[in-house]
């Protein structure tokens, strides 16, 4: 059978709590006491979880994963960079799937944070950018990080993680301009992720920079999905002038208006190139492998984890410099070349 801190206590012949201080490193306990729980864990072999450590103290060792996003591969890889961190700090992490547009999430949120003692939150888009959830969790005390889009530290978002993807996608249709492409149609994403809109002023400050003005019929609302890269560049490809390069806000786009061009018997990329972003399975599984951006998820949620466990630990509590910021990368493959004049 496990042995459970129950156990430990018996042999030690102490309370549970002095089980659960002496596993915390809690002051003002005796060294004799500690030697005696220490030894009695090391003759049991026990092991401490962190849900043993929930149940016998005061503070949790658990953080929460709140999620609303289409994007399988991005949540995956978001999970295992947060799980690899729980593990190096002994921490369980809960995970959770919702729908952000749910009339009553505020309150979804804070009931799931109190049922679950969680000791803090990791959110991601939409959540990291609704001021709504974040004035709730502080009104509650509880320790969250935000993973948003950005690539300035602001005094008025502290606790963050910032993926400039203004930068990135600057590179991007750089790359593109430089292959000789004028005529560059831009897929968005949705509206409510504040990524979409930093992909599209990078995309047009980069035109802007080369004295190009963007062509409002060549910028297509939509959202980050397959279906909607197929429905907007099938709108693009019946323009009278159509484009020549399709920059699309993330890689499942990109594959939509790959798989809408194919469609139409048109080559890729001798008559049309196609860029994504984030560098999901969905760009490399194409044909061509799509030019992308290279967004280290896995990576950006560590991150977030670790300056999470930061502020749950008493009497740290930092404020701007703790805004690490990840720039993605242009990654250059088979779907993007040189304007075919």
């Excluded at 961190?85 to 799931?112: F, M, W």
Aim: with cysteine.
């Amino acid at each position: 059978m496990k042995v459970t801190i129950h156990d430990v206590a018996a042999r030690a012949g102490v309370s549970i709590k002095t089980v659960s201080r002496v596993m915390n490193n809690e002051p003002s306990v005796k060294q004799a006491t500690i030697d005696k729980v220490n030894q009695a864990m090391q003759e049991l072999h026990y092991q401490p979880s962190a849900a043993a450590r929930n149940l016998a103290s005061t503070k949790s060792y658990s953080i929460g994963y709140i999620y609303d996003n289409p994007n399988a591969y991005y949540v995956i890889d978001m999970q295992r960079g947060l799980l690899d961190a729980c593990r190096r700090h002994g921490y369980e992490l809960l995970i959770h799937p919702t729908n952000a547009k749910s009339p009553g999430i505020v309150q979804e949120v804070i009931d799931l944070v109190q049922h679950s003692r969680l000791a803090g939150l990791v959110l991601t888009p939409p959540f990291s950018e609704m001021p709504e959830i974040a004035e709730a969790l502080s009104s509650i005390n509880v320790d969250f990080v935000r993973i948003i889009s950005g690539s300035t530290p602001s005094p008025k978002q502290t606790n963050c993680v910032l993926v400039d993807d203004f930068t990135a996608a600057f590179k991007i249709t750089n790359h593109l301009l430089e292959l000789g492409h004028s005529q560059i149609a831009f897929l968005c994403g949705d509206d409510e992720h504040s990524s979409s809109g930093e992909r599209l002023a990078g995309f047009k400050a980069a035109l802007t920079k080369r004295g190009i003005n963007a062509n409002p019929k060549f910028i297509v609302p939509g959202s980050y999905s397959f279906e909607s890269g197929v429905k907007g560049a099938t709108q693009l490809l019946a323009l009278p002038n159509k484009p020549t390069a399709i920059f699309a806000c993330n890689d499942e786009i990109a594959a939509g208006a790959l798989f809408s061009a194919r469609l139409q018997h048109i080559e890729i990329p001798q008559q049309l190139s196609i860029v994504g972003f984030e560098n999901s399975p969905f760009s490399r599984q194409t044909w061509p492998p799509l030019t992308t951006a290279h967004q280290p998820n896995s990576t950006i949620a560590q991150s977030a984890a670790e300056l999470l466990f930061k502020h749950t630990r008493p009497g740290s509590h930092s404020q701007t410099e703790d805004q690490p910021v990840f720039i993605p990368e242009l990654l250059v493959r088979e779907s993007t070349a040189v304007v075919n004049s």
